[in-house]
């Protein structure tokens, strides 16, 4: 297994997949407390022949036209609104394809944010100081892990750990408002998997208010 850490506010990643390794992760993070990465753009496969091109037989790199679909979309429920962020390569996207040098080209940035965790059933606050308005990053009603809200809650309610939901309500509603309240529920975000134990994760920061 190899990881490999980006520090940088805004950065570009490119890892490269190697064939004989049966799996294989990439980590990021945001350098400095108190931010979050967002994730801009994403993409596993090869787009030019130099990338990730030492070692390699002609052969895998001359398919320049290689993409997975819903890269950014896969990268982005793994990692937006995370200090820190591990992703198995093979996990997200499969098997690799012998006739390709394929790798993750990924481009993200490293927000202040504070950042919120509310369980299931009870009601997020947020809250700017005066003369301060609320901007969301990001939010996700679900589940990422088997750790967070997980007291007294049995094996088989937090196990599912790809119960992703992103979500605009929270945006849409507390966007420009020094304080914000909303119930972190399905009767408000639907149930994106029936019979886990979900909670709401959000990003947001306070920025002063222009007026």
């Not at 390709?100 to 927000?111: E, H, R, V």
């Not at 945006?171 to 909670?199: L, M, R, W």
């Amino acid at each position: 297994v190899w990881k490999f850490m980006m520090t940088n506010h805004t950065a570009n990643l490119a890892i490269c997949a190697r064939i004989k390794v049966a799996w294989l992760q990439f980590m990021i993070s945001s350098s400095d407390e108190g931010q979050v990465i967002v994730v801009y753009r994403a993409d596993y496969g090869r787009r030019d022949i130099t990338t990730c091109s030492d070692g390699r037989p002609d052969s895998q790199l001359q398919n320049v036209q290689c993409s997975s679909p819903n890269s950014t979309e896969y990268v982005a429920n793994s990692c937006d609104g995370k200090k820190m962020c591990d992703i198995d390569i093979v996990g997200l996207f499969g098997t690799h394809d012998p006739n390709i040098c394929k790798y993750l080209d990924t481009t993200y940035a490293c927000f202040p944010a504070i950042h919120s965790v509310t369980c299931e059933g009870s009601v997020a606050n947020l809250q700017c100081d005066e003369g301060q308005v609320i901007v969301v990053y990001w939010a996700d009603f679900g589940r990422r892990d088997t750790t967070t809200c997980s007291d007294h809650r049995p094996k088989h309610e937090i196990q599912n750990v790809q119960c992703l939901n992103p979500t605009t309500k929270v945006a849409d509603s507390c966007n420009g408002k020094s304080s914000c309240a909303i119930e972190a529920s399905c009767s408000v975000f639907g149930d994106p998997c029936v019979g886990t134990y979900k909670y709401l994760e959000v990003a947001y920061d306070c920025q002063c208010k222009w007026l």
